[in-house]
């Protein structure tokens, strides 16, 4: 059965730094594009980050800079770098991994950057 596990969320204080991770399992990892997802308070699902199975990456224009989408395919694990983050990055996170028609979610971290 195909798991998507999220962690690393939290609160942290403006400018600082959080690493989130999301373990895989059931799944033929290699071969899924891997997408980070957030969603704010009464905002609509934003597509942050993405990295393909070939390991090319994209981001949203917001991010740029400050994220960084990697994965480890040995260890079946999504990862979002984030630094540098603003108020306006609060959010639950979602990890999603995306093969043609195919998709799973994870259930969300919560992300919240507050003084």
């Known amino acids: 059965q195909a798991q998507l596990v999220e962690s690393g969320g939290g609160l942290v204080q403006p400018g600082g730094s959080l690493r989130l991770s999301c373990v895989a399992s059931?799944?033929?990892?290699?071969?899924?594009?891997l997408n980070w997802y957030r969603q704010a308070p009464d905002k609509q699902r934003e597509l942050v980050a993405s990295?393909?199975?070939?390991?090319?990456?994209n981001y949203v224009d917001s991010v740029k800079d400050r994220f960084t989408i990697s994965r480890d395919n040995v260890k079946t694990t999504a990862y979002l770098q984030m630094n540098n983050l603003k108020p306006e990055d609060t959010a639950v996170y979602y990890c999603n991994a995306q093969r043609f028609v195919t998709n799973y979610w994870g259930q969300g971290t919560q992300v919240t950057v507050s003084s």
């Open positions: 990295v393909s199975s070939g390991g090319r990456t």
């Open positions: 059931g799944i033929g990892f290699n071969t899924y594009d």
